[in-house]
Structures are given as structure tokens and as C-alpha cells.
């Protein structure tokens, strides 16, 4: 149905909306960053509205909208520029972005709560968040979301993922913050696993003469990411060992040979994210033994395995996942077509942690300016 409207009411709606876009877009408001409201021309200066609910207010059908018209005046290009952007055209009418994240306490919970605060950041617009337990009801979330006006959720861990299995097809799904994905998984976001690129980097930097990159991994946990390595790998001029270890017991068949086999001086040991070849209880000892005893430097993609002894390690920093997150959301709202573009990407917004004892250990001296390039330095002083 169709509401009936006085014209004197439609022309003042239509003012409402000339004069909000004019704020929105003059050259003042184009210098700073999009702010999470609009400080509409209104007699009370203390009325402030999201471009969002402006315009729920104004399609209310309420004829007063007090106003005064002291707005600068904007060229046409101005405009077309202004509400091209990703966030300004999510917010005029295109539906909201949801966030779930798994229901667990604290600390566990602090991650979630950053990537959070990096989606708010970055997207200035009504975020609404839900924690989810591993036992969700599908049909009544689904219903909430759709009733809330939902288009893009990002799904954070893998209970917030699980959690997504029931929605329409017509909400999309970025996922952030799981640790490990395959490629079986066609979804689209960001794993908490880092860009091997980068560790990369990070490793030719510290120690320019090595040459080899040794790892171990399970096939069906970490083929995605060993294509990605053995790319940078050659990027760097450094070859990539990689050695195929189904079940635990050959992880730990390989390891002691291998390392007894490098190079101190040539070679690395490097630990992926992956269950199998980097069992915490067994592996992980059995791994940080051998490679202190032959003094093979080793580096991984877990930043607590530095506590224990590894040289260094590159971890996400959460709050920068939730922007990129928040960025992709808003290109999907602004144009839905690329819904269809999905695929996984190791995270590339990184922060790195140096073991100082170990580094000595190696032969690697760190002095106090090169320890404040390093975002977590232990032992701890």
C-alpha cells in the first residue's frame, strides 16, 4: 500500500532529504572521514541521525521535520562522488551487516571483541552483533536477521561459521578469525593463518643467508596454504622442503631426521598452523628438542610456540582483521554481484613476536632498536 502524503508534506521530506545529502556531502565534510552520524540542520543541535534512520524518519510519514537551510552549497560532482562511496550507499537503504562470534568467556573471547571493534571502526554504520552458542537455533536466527534487514554477515570463529549453515542464500557470509580452512570450504574471508609471504620476509630479513625452508604437513589440513609457501618461497630465493605426514607418528618420524639432516646455517624448521604435524603435547617438544640441540633456527605461524622457544612468530592483529572484514562487507552491499567472488585468504595484517634467548642461540644478535620493530619480545624483561 501505497501512503498518502499532503504535497506541502512530500515537498518538506524532499527538503529534508536535499538539505541532509548537501551536509553529507559539502567540501568540509568531504576533508574528514565518514562519521557514524550526520549532524542533520536542525533546530535542536542536539539531533543527530544516521543517514539510515533519516530516512526511516522521514518515510514515517511525519510532515514536520524542524529545520533550517545554513548548508554550503555542492557541485553535482560533489554529490555523485559522496554517495558512491561503499559506506554512504550501505547506508541509504541497503540493509545492515551482522556479526556473529562464538558465545565463550573471556580470554577467549577479548579476540572476538577486537575484530568487533575493527568492524565498528571501519564501517560507521549499525553493526548489530550476536553471540552464538555451538547449538543454534538456524530458523530463529535466520528470521532475525532477515526482520533486522540483514545483507552481509561475517561470521567469526568456527561457531559463528557453523552458525551460518541455515541462512537464506540471498544474505551473504565473509568468515574471519578460524584457524584452519580447505579448500573444500568455498567460502569467502580471512584465516587466522598468516600470509607465508610475509613470515617469509620476515625470516630472510633476520637471517639473509638461509636458504631452505623445511615443513611438514598434513595434506588435508594445509594444502591451500603449502601452494601459497612454495610461491613465496620462491619469491624470496629460498627453496621449500615440504614433506607429506598423514597421521602423528610420521610427523614424528620425520622430524628428528630431518633436523639432524639441516643446515644451522642454511636451513629453517618452520610450523604451520596444522593439527596434525604440530600436535601441541607430543610434536611440539619433540620439534623444539631437536632443533635447539642442532641450533636450526625455527619459526612459526603460532605466536605462542616463541614463549617456548621458537625464534620468532607472525600472528593476526585482530582489530586490522575487522576492518579488512568490515571493507569487504561494504563492497558487498554496494555492489552484490561480487557476491559470487569467494576465497579464502591468509591474513595479512600481522604482528610479530621474537624469542631473545633463541636468537642468541642461533647466533643472532638483536639490539634494542631492532627489538622495537618486533610487536612482542621475549622472554619478557
Same mark, same amino acid.
Given at each position: 500500500m501505497i501512503k498518502n502524503t499532503s504535497f506541502s508534506g512530500v515537498l518538506r521530506r524532499a527538503a529534508a532529504v536535499t538539505a541532509a545529502l548537501a551536509a553529507l556531502c559539502s567540501p568540509a565534510f568531504a576533508a574528514s572521514a565518514v562519521p557514524s552520524h550526520v549532524d542533520m540542520p536542525a533546530v535542536? @543541535? !542536539?539531533?543527530? +541521525?544516521? *543517514?539510515?534512520? /533519516?530516512?526511516?524518519?522521514?518515510?514515517? %510519514?511525519?510532515?514536520? &521535520?524542524? /529545520?533550517?537551510? !545554513?548548508?554550503? =552549497?555542492?557541485? +553535482?560532482?560533489? &554529490?555523485? !562522488?559522496?554517495l558512491r562511496r561503499p559506506d554512504v550507499q550501505a547506508s541509504i537503504g541497503k540493509g545492515t551487516i551482522a556479526v556473529l562470534y562464538p558465545n565463550v568467556e573471556m580470554p577467549f573471547r577479548a579476540s572476538f571483541i577486537s575484530m568487533i571493534q575493527g568492524i565498528e571502526e571501519r564501517t560507521r554504520l549499525a553493526v548489530r552483533s550476536y553471540p552464538v552458542d555451538a547449538? *543454534?537455533?538456524?530458523?530463529?536466527?535466520?528470521?532475525t536477521l532477515k526482520q533486522n534487514g540483514t545483507k552481509v554477515v561475517?561470521?567469526? %570463529?568456527?561457531? $559463528?561459521l557453523n552458525a551460518t549453515a541455515g541462512l537464506d542464500r540471498e544474505i551473504s557470509v565473509l568468515v574471519g578469525g578460524v584457524l584452519l580452512l580447505s579448500d573444500a570450504e568455498n567460502v569467502a574471508g580471512i584465516s587466522l593463518t598468516p600470509d607465508p609471504a610475509l613470515l617469509f620476509a620476515r625470516l630472510h630479513a633476520l637471517l639473509p643467508e638461509l636458504k631452505r625452508v623445511i615443513v611438514v604437513y598434513n595434506p588435508k589440513n594445509s594444502e591451500w596454504l603449502i601452494k601459497l609457501a612454495r610461491e613465496a618461497a620462491r619469491a624470496? $630465493?629460498?627453496e621449500l622442503a615440504a614433506y607429506v605426514a598423514g597421521d602423528m607418528a610420521r610427523a614424528a618420524q620425520l622430524y628428528p631426521t630431518l633436523i639432524a639432516g639441516a643446515d644451522g646455517r642454511r636451513d629453517a624448521v618452520w610450523l604451520p598452523h596444522d593439527s596434525?604435524?604440530?600436535?601441541?603435547?607430543?610434536?611440539? =617438544? +619433540? *620439534? &623444539?628438542?631437536?632443533?635447539?640441540?642442532?641450533g636450526v633456527p625455527l619459526f612459526s605461524s603460532n605466536v605462542l610456540h616463541v614463549k617456548k622457544g621458537a625464534l620468532f612468530a607472525m600472528v593476526p592483529n585482530n582489530v586490522e582483521m575487522g576492518r579488512t572484514l568490515a571493507n569487504s562487507a561494504?563492497? +558487498? /552491499?554496494?555492489?552484490?554481484?561480487?557476491? %559470487?567472488? @569467494? %576465497? &579464502?585468504?591468509? @591474513?595479512r595484517t600481522l604482528q610479530t613476536a621474537i624469542n631473545l634467548r633463541t636468537a642468541n642461540h642461533v647466533g643472532l644478535q638483536i639490539g634494542y632498536?631492532?627489538?622495537?620493530?618486533? !610487536?612482542?619480545v621475549f622472554p619478557q624483561p
Open positions: 535542536y @543541535s !542536539d539531533q543527530r +541521525l544516521t *543517514v539510515a534512520s /533519516m530516512f526511516t524518519f522521514i518515510d514515517s %510519514g511525519v510532515d514536520e &521535520l524542524p /529545520m533550517r537551510f !545554513d548548508v554550503r =552549497p555542492i557541485t +553535482l560532482a560533489q &554529490l555523485e !562522488d559522496q547449538k *543454534v537455533d538456524a530458523a530463529e536466527l535466520n528470521a561475517i561470521a567469526l %570463529g568456527r561457531q $559463528g624470496q $630465493g629460498l596434525t604435524t604440530v600436535e601441541e603435547s607430543t610434536i611440539l =617438544p +619433540l *620439534v &623444539l628438542r631437536e632443533t635447539w640441540n642442532s561494504l563492497t +558487498l /552491499m554496494a555492489e552484490p554481484r561480487k557476491r %559470487g567472488n @569467494s %576465497g &579464502l585468504a591468509p @591474513s632498536q631492532q627489538q622495537r620493530s618486533f !610487536d612482542f
